[in-house]
């Protein structure tokens, strides 16, 4: 098997941070040409820092880390230390990482890597705001033919939303980025709340990966446990959604997923709905079908996977 090229553009977050792990566990499957990182949950300087947190503490200091952009394409920044702590990763120790940041800025790598790349080659894996992969295609129009697929992590439809009413964290943050990445004509799967609401990280799920006992596997279940906190308050639920990591296993088992072709539109002039997906699962307008939207997965199956593949990780 030839493994995939990915390009990870995150802003970890301790879910987005399982996903990097998902990812580097991967390496028949994936072959990561970079991780991008963008402001979203925390500012940018701690976004790009908790990336190359992550390929110390996984071994990956191989991995090049670029530092994107810093506020939305429009709107003004907004953040989730409150879910997230004010690291982005509470729950591991913080320390200074030897995994270097790159000079470049991570659009240019995204539209250098895309526009060299060969047609329909690359698979992009967006968990935080979009802004990064929207300010790449705003800059060079052509990068959008080196892209093989994007599997995002946004958006809500049956669940609604988890920062406003109506909207999902990722796209009430950059909506506008959101609807330049729908509609760039290239295959989108959307992991939106409906399906990452279903993959909570009960306590025995959490207790189950530190059991694997490797440094990785300790990192994730120290982060899940203070992931938790919020949500099972927030949702009254036994665990909190493991939201990014669901990118990834689709990439790794589209099979443990159900989705539907359909169309994804962004509100992005409603102060009341401002990020709102609508989703049309039904098919009750003739907008065009733009996203495959994720809306089931086999929630012992995504952890049996990330299990299996934490313990990859030497101890
Ligand atoms: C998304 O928002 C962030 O808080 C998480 O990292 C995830 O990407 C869930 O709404
Ligand atoms: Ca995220």
């Given at each position: 098997?030839?493994?995939?090229?990915?390009?990870?553009?995150?802003?970890?977050g301790?879910?987005?941070?399982?996903?990097?792990?998902?990812?580097?566990?991967?390496?028949?499957?994936?072959?990561?040409?970079?991780?991008?990182?963008?402001?979203?949950?925390?500012?940018l300087?701690?976004?790009?820092?908790?990336?190359?947190?992550?390929?110390?503490?996984?071994?990956?200091?191989?991995?090049?880390v670029?530092?994107?952009?810093?506020?939305?394409?429009?709107?003004?920044?907004?953040?989730?230390?409150?879910?997230?702590?004010?690291?982005?990763?509470?729950?591991?120790?913080?320390?200074?990482?030897?995994?270097?940041?790159?000079?470049d800025?991570?659009?240019?790598?995204?539209?250098?890597t895309?526009?060299?790349?060969?047609?329909?080659?690359?698979?992009l894996?967006?968990?935080?705001?979009?802004?990064?992969?929207?300010?790449a295609?705003?800059?060079?129009?052509?990068?959008?033919?080196?892209?093989?697929?994007?599997?995002?992590?946004?958006?809500?439809?049956?669940?609604?939303?988890?920062?406003?009413?109506?909207?999902?964290?990722?796209?009430?943050?950059?909506?506008?980025?959101a609807?330049?990445?729908?509609?760039c004509?290239?295959p989108?799967?959307?992991?939106?709340l409906?399906?990452?609401?279903?993959?909570?990280s009960?306590?025995?799920?959490?207790?189950?990966?530190?059991?694997?006992?490797?440094?990785?596997a300790?990192?994730?279940?120290?982060?899940?446990?203070?992931?938790h906190?919020?949500?099972t308050?927030?949702?009254?639920?036994e665990?909190?959604?493991?939201?990014?990591?669901?990118?990834?296993?689709?990439l790794?088992?589209?099979?443990?997923?159900?989705?539907?072709?359909?169309?994804?539109?962004?509100?992005?002039?409603?102060?009341?709905?401002?990020?709102?997906?609508?989703?049309?699962?039904?098919?009750?307008?003739?907008?065009?079908?733009?996203?495959?939207?994720?809306y089931?997965?086999?929630?012992?199956?995504f952890?049996?996977?990330?299990?299996?593949?934490?313990?990859?990780?030497g101890?």
């Amino acid at each position: 098997m030839v493994a995939s090229p990915v390009i990870i553009d995150c802003d970890p977050g301790q879910d987005d941070a399982v996903a990097l792990f998902l990812a580097m566990a991967s390496p028949d499957e994936l072959d990561i040409l970079g991780i991008t990182t963008v402001a979203g949950n925390v500012p940018l300087e701690l976004t790009q820092r908790n990336a190359r947190m992550m390929c110390d503490i996984a071994g990956r200091k191989d991995l090049p880390v670029f530092a994107g952009c810093e506020r939305p394409l429009v709107r003004a920044p907004i953040t989730a230390e409150y879910i997230h702590g004010n690291t982005g990763i509470d729950g591991v120790d913080v320390f200074e990482p030897v995994t270097p940041l790159q000079d470049d800025h991570a659009v240019s790598f995204i539209v250098e890597t895309l526009v060299d790349a060969e047609p329909d080659s690359i698979t992009l894996v967006p968990t935080g705001p979009m802004t990064n992969i929207a300010a790449a295609i705003g800059r060079s129009p052509e990068v959008v033919k080196g892209i093989r697929q994007i599997v995002s992590m946004g958006g809500a439809m049956r669940e609604g939303g988890n920062r406003s009413p109506s909207a999902e964290f990722n796209i009430l943050v950059d909506p506008h980025a959101a609807e330049v990445v729908y509609n760039c004509g290239k295959p989108i799967i959307a992991m939106g709340l409906d399906v990452t609401h279903q993959v909570l990280s009960t306590r025995e799920r959490v207790a189950r990966i530190r059991d694997v006992g490797n440094d990785v596997a300790d990192a994730t279940a120290g982060m899940l446990s203070f992931f938790h906190r919020y949500d099972t308050k927030k949702y009254g639920s036994e665990g909190a959604p493991l939201h990014d990591p669901c990118t990834v296993a689709w990439l790794l088992r589209p099979d443990l997923f159900a989705t539907k072709r359909c169309n994804i539109s962004v509100e992005k002039d409603s102060e009341l709905t401002l990020g709102h997906t609508a989703v049309d699962f039904w098919h009750v307008t003739d907008r065009p079908h733009n996203v495959d939207w994720a809306y089931e997965v086999d929630a012992d199956g995504f952890y049996d996977l990330l299990v299996e593949r934490l313990a990859r990780f030497g101890s």
